[in-house]
């Protein structure tokens, strides 16, 4: 299955990430298909860029989106808010494994 995930870049405590359509099986920095944008969580306000029209044609193809680049993406209004995979809290995770 093809996805449309984060690639990390940047140094040490400087990580930067780029959006790429990527083999699930392939490693996380592994090898992709194509670039379609970036993400930069350091900038105040966080820098998103993307190139709106390969999203979209890669997404009628098929791919399917981390948890990640679907709230990115539905934020940017590219994808349904529905769609998109709510995570849990961390205090209602850490509760949940201790009652197990």
Known sequence: MVRIRLRR???K???SYRFVVA???SPRDGRFLEIVGHYNPRHEPVEVILNEEKVA???KRGAQPSGTVA???ADRGLLERSKVPVRKARAAKKAESKAS
């Open 71 to 73: 709230r990115l993406l």
């Open 57 to 59: 044609v890669w997404l």
């Open 9 to 11: 870049t940047g140094t």
């Open 13 to 15: 405590k400087q990580a």
């Open 23 to 25: 083999d699930s099986a």
